[in-house]
């Protein structure tokens, strides 16, 4: 896994402060190529050209199917669904980490996201390092960087490992710093993908204090999980992911439930 933290200023363009939306896809559809063996020879290819007129051995699929999605300023959404259903896709779109193949996306309010471990980090470099690298990505002075320091790592409670390559770290403690760091950018929404998952108890019930402040600041939270007990403790609405398509969107008890059940496959399939 890798871990980013990207920084996207607000699109002056279009939104506003003034205006509600934190988010607001339109028709976001993601396609992929989805790949059959490989023919193993010359006289393969030229069968299969031959038989069915294509010399390529992919074909594509949707891994995000039409998407349309307004989401609230100062909310925190919980997305879930079974591997494989697009939740990932949807959160690169929205932190614009990946294009869609059509559709619109306009984001109100600068993101900071942890899609992946190890994104806007060097696994040779130490931790320290690392927080240097990340805020000169986020384009802050070497001045403004050093005053964070201490408090980044006292945040991920990592001074004893200030000086360690984070190739070293475990999952845990790169979630941390990966964590520490995102928030210490200060934005207004916050994108998190399943990473929070591998921090301890610890960890885990300070990241909840940092939401309940994120949220009192008007900010949003856009968060992946396959927990449903924090999701149905934390998100004020749930959308539930199925084959690219959203199935449901609102109450998260209810989105649980749906997704427990799975009744709505068999719906999808019928
Ligand atoms: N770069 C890629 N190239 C091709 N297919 C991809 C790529 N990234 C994702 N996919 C496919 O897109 C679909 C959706 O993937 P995605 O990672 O969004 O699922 P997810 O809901 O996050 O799953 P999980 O719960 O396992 O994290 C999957 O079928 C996956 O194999
Ligand atoms: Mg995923």
Do not use: W
């Not at 790949?35 to 594509?60: C, D, N, W």
């Not at 403004?144 to 999952?171: C, G, M, N, Q, W």
């Amino acid at each position: 896994m890798r871990l980013a933290t990207l920084r996207n200023e607000p699109d002056s363009a279009q939104p506003s402060a003034a205006q509600p939306f934190a988010f607001k896809l339109s028709n976001v559809t993601v396609a992929y190529r989805s790949y059959q063996e490989r023919p193993s020879s010359l006289k393969e290819t030229v069968i299969r050209f031959m038989r069915t007129g294509k010399m390529k051995h992919y074909s594509t699929f949707d891994a995000l199917n039409d998407v349309s999605l307004e989401i609230n300023k100062g909310t925190v959404l919980g997305i879930i669904g079974s591997n494989g259903s697009g939740k990932s896709t949807l959160l690169k779109v929205m932190a614009q980490v990946l294009k869609p193949t059509q559709g619109r996306v306009v984001v109100n309010g600068s993101v900071s996201s942890l899609i992946e471990l190890g994104v806007g980090f060097d696994p040779e470099l130490n931790a320290v390092e690392n927080i240097f690298l990340n805020g000169s990505l986020h384009k802050k002075s070497n001045a403004d960087i050093k005053s964070r320091v201490d408090h980044i790592l006292e945040f991920a409670e990592l001074h004893d490992f200030a000086r360690t390559p984070i190739k070293y770290f475990s999952s845990g403690m790169a979630a941390r710093l990966g964590f520490a760091v995102a928030i210490d950018i200060n934005p207004d929404i916050l994108i998190v993908d399943e990473i929070l998952a591998v921090g301890d108890e610890r960890f885990q019930a300070k990241c909840s204090t940092v939401f309940q402040n994120f949220l009192k600041s008007g900010k949003t939270i856009i968060i992946v999980s396959h927990d449903m007990s924090m999701l149905e403790h934390t998100a004020r609405e749930i959308v539930l992911l199925s084959r690219g398509k959203i199935v449901f969107r609102g109450d998260p008890h209810h989105a649980i439930g749906m997704y427990r059940d799975k009744s709505y496959e068999t719906a999808l399939q019928g």
